[in-house]
C-alpha cells in the first residue's frame, strides 16, 4: 500500500521559513518523479514545484521562483519543500504527489500523478 504523508505546515508570518516534508512508503522512491502542489480555498489546485525521478531536474511555479526549493533523499524516502520569504498568498493546503511513470521528469499536470498526500495547511499572516 503506497502511502505519503506531509508534515512541516503551520503558521508564519510573512517573510518567514517552513519546510515541507513528504515520507513515502509502499513504492520505490527513488524511481518515481514527485512534486508539491497547492490548493487555496476557491482556487483550483496548482503545481508549485516538481522534481525528476533523480532530482537531476525541477520545476517551479513563477510565483514562487527563488523562494521556494524543493529536493528529495532518497536514503529517507522523503521529499522537501523549503520555502522562504513566505507570502500571504502562500496560505493554501499543500499536497505531495508520486508520478504515476517511472522515471519521471518535471511534470506539473495532476493527471500524471497517481498518489497523493492528505495534505498540510500552510496559513501565512500579513
Known amino acids: 500500500q503506497v502511502q505519503l504523508v506531509e508534515s512541516g505546515g503551520g503558521l508564519v508570518q510573512a517573510g518567514g521559513s517552513l519546510r515541507l516534508s513528504c515520507a513515502v512508503s509502499?513504492?520505490?522512491?527513488?524511481?518515481?518523479?514527485m512534486a508539491w502542489f497547492r490548493q487555496a480555498p476557491g482556487k483550483e489546485r496548482e503545481c508549485v514545484s516538481a522534481?525528476?525521478?533523480?532530482?537531476?531536474?525541477?520545476y517551479y511555479a513563477d510565483s514562487v521562483k527563488g523562494r521556494f526549493t524543493i529536493s528529495r533523499d532518497s536514503a529517507k524516502n522523503t521529499l522537501y519543500l523549503q520555502m522562504n520569504s513566505l507570502k500571504p498568498e502562500d496560505t493554501a493546503l499543500y499536497y505531495c504527489?508520486?508520478?504515476?511513470?517511472?522515471?519521471?521528469?518535471?511534470?506539473?499536470?495532476?493527471?500524471?500523478?497517481?498518489?497523493w498526500g492528505q495534505g498540510t495547511q500552510v496559513t501565512v499572516s500579513s
Open positions: 504527489a508520486s508520478q504515476r511513470v517511472l522515471f519521471g521528469t518535471t511534470m506539473t499536470s495532476e493527471d500524471l500523478y497517481d498518489y
Open positions: 522534481i525528476s525521478w533523480d532530482g537531476g531536474r525541477t
Open positions: 509502499g513504492r520505490t522512491f527513488s524511481t518515481y518523479g
